[in-house]
Every structure is written in structure tokens, then in C-alpha cells.
């Protein structure tokens, strides 16, 4: 079992909509979650990060811990085509682990 | 304010070449990496270094090796490059633990 999963995509939204990715993963000693954002040709930059259950805000973004479900999810407010990426859900497993990703999810944000 | 660059951006070699890729950080992290982007796989670690004298291998170490060279450079070679080697190649770096990783801009290496 890979130990962050993203399933289902490419995921497709009308520009000002909500988009919902989703991310769960298998080591329940994991502390700290990313999300990551990767235009095409382009290296990932990190957008959100989140180390205690529930939310966290930061304009437009919000990211959702819930360690009991094993899942992190990021909402985009308003989204806009310039939204348009892959977006890779990335975790620490554990101490002394090292930052494992899931395989990205891509977003099209359509005018 | 450069934070990780990476050389070269494109590289085309011949199955069998050898080469290095360089990464140099000027944020003073003790934490560095090298990972491999394929479609439909991901990210995945091949060495990292958690401090300047130290090495260890990652997920799909084999047909490559490193240098810690010091705290800001750590390189990746490809000893006899394979056609299974073409990837992205990006490095890494971060101060500790916790904290996110900074991406340098990526090597596109084909080999043919």
C-alpha cells in the first residue's frame, strides 16, 4: 500500500467554484502534511502546511487535517484558471522520515 | 535570492554515459535531496543528506550515487546511464524535519 494516496482526477471546475482534493495516507504516526503545487514544466512550491487537526486558512486556501480519518484535504475558494496545476499531497511519515508524496492530482479551472 | 539552482536544466546523454548533476542551496539548510519525477509515479527520493558529512539512500537509489560536497552542494552521478534513468531529477533542501521542502527548478534528463 503506497503511503499517500490521491485518487480519482483530473479534476475539472467552473472558474469561482469550490475545488475539493483530497489525500489520505497509512502511517498514523505522521506529523506533518504539505501540499504542494506544480505548474506544468515548472518544480513544486509549497502552498500549505499543517501539523494539528482542522483547519487552516490562508486566502483562498484552506487545509483540513483529521489524523483519527488519516486524511488532509486543501479547498480553493474561488477558484481561477490560473488555479490550473497538479497539486501533490506530501507527508512526513514519522521521525527521521523523509517528505513522501502522493502522485498529484491536476486541477483545470475552466473560464 | 537564488535558494536551490540546479545545472544543467536539459541534458541529453547516450546509454552507457556517465554525468553530474549539481545542486547548490544559499539558505543555510543542513538537509538536502534528490528526487526523480515520472509520469503516473510521482515524486520519489533517491539519496538524501541530513547534514554535510552524511549520505543515505532513498526509495530508487540503484545506478546512482552522491556527494555531500559541503553544506550548500550536493550532487547526483549517473555512473553508466540506462533509458530507465530518463526523468525529471529535482533536488532539495529544508532546515529541518518539519518543514517543507524548497524545489530547485529540475534537470530534464533523457537517455537515449
Known amino acids: 500500500q503506497k503511503e499517500v494516496e490521491q485518487n480519482s482526477g483530473p479534476l475539472s471546475v467552473p472558474e469561482g467554484a469550490i475545488a475539493s482534493l483530497n489525500c489520505t495516507y497509512s502511517?498514523?504516526?505522521?506529523?506533518?502534511f504539505f501540499w504542494y503545487r506544480q505548474y506544468s514544466g515548472k518544480s513544486p512550491e509549497l502552498i500549505m502546511s499543517?501539523?494539528?487537526?482542522g483547519d487552516k486558512e490562508d486566502g483562498r486556501f484552506t487545509a483540513q487535517l483529521n489524523k483519527a480519518s488519516q486524511y488532509v484535504s486543501l479547498l480553493i475558494r474561488d477558484s481561477q484558471p490560473s488555479d490550473s496545476a497538479t497539486y501533490l499531497c506530501?507527508?512526513?511519515?514519522?521521525?527521521?522520515?523523509?517528505?513522501?508524496f502522493g502522485k498529484g492530482i491536476t486541477l483545470s479551472v475552466r473560464p | 535570492n537564488a535558494g536551490v539552482t540546479q545545472t544543467p536544466k536539459f541534458q541529453v546523454l547516450k546509454t552507457g554515459q556517465s554525468m553530474t548533476l549539481q545542486c547548490a542551496q544559499d539558505m543555510n539548510h543542513n538537509s538536502m535531496y534528490w528526487y526523480r519525477q515520472d509520469p503516473g509515479m510521482g515524486l520519489r527520493l533517491i539519496y538524501y543528506s541530513a547534514s554535510e558529512g552524511t549520505t543515505d539512500k532513498g526509495e530508487v537509489p540503484n545506478g546512482y550515487n552522491v556527494s555531500r560536497l559541503n553544506k550548500r552542494e550536493f550532487s547526483l552521478r549517473l555512473e553508466s546511464a540506462a533509458p530507465s534513468q530518463t526523468s525529471v531529477y529535482f533536488c532539495?533542501?529544508?532546515?529541518?524535519?518539519?518543514?517543507?521542502?524548497?524545489f530547485g527548478s529540475g534537470t530534464r534528463l533523457t537517455v537515449v
Open positions: 499543517i501539523y494539528s487537526n
Open positions: 502511517d498514523r504516526g505522521s506529523q506533518s
Open positions: 532539495a533542501s529544508s532546515e529541518a524535519g518539519t518543514i517543507g521542502y524548497t
Open positions: 506530501a507527508v512526513i511519515p514519522g521521525a527521521n522520515s523523509k517528505l513522501t
